[in-house]
């Protein structure tokens, strides 16, 4: 495993996930400042308003895409569904859903509960 500096802490966090995300995060600009991949956070979750909620789905957020895309060449596409450590659960009907046409579109995804699974994952797919 390639050190990225200090394990986010996890007290105070809204949700668990979110201080592995942010470890996650700093791995992945690590490999991007290497020019070995591109990638971004699809924010899907959290609360809000109904009105809010109505207008980011006709803005076309989708339930069920997973937290963070990524891009390497030749055009591969992979998506990471990140839980909480420890605390893999099951995915959603719409996570599910997601997933599996992702694959049949010959993308990659992985569920993660830790930086080691998300490094893993880029190995196993090629991108470092």
């Known amino acids: 495993m390639i050190s990225i500096g200090k394990p986010w802490v996890l007290s105070g966090m809204a949700r668990p996930e979110d201080a592995l995300q942010r470890s996650v995060v700093a791995l992945l600009k690590?490999?991007?400042r290497q020019g070995l991949l591109l990638f971004h956070h699809v924010p899907n979750g959290g609360r809000m308003s109904v009105a809010r909620g109505a207008n980011l789905q006709r803005m076309g957020v989708r339930?069920?895409?997973a937290d963070l895309e990524i891009q390497w060449n030749p055009g591969m596409v992979g998506y990471i569904e990140?839980?909480?450590p420890g605390r893999i659960k099951k995915l959603s009907e719409k996570q599910k859903k997601w997933r599996d046409s992702m694959i049949a579109i010959?993308?990659?995804y992985?569920?993660?509960d830790s930086l080691d699974k998300v490094e893993e994952a880029l190995q196993e797919w090629g991108v470092i």
């Open 30 to 32: 690590m490999y991007e």
């Open 63 to 65: 339930a069920g895409v």
């Open 82 to 84: 990140l839980k909480a």
């Open 110 to 112: 992985t569920v993660a």
């Open 106 to 108: 010959g993308h990659r």
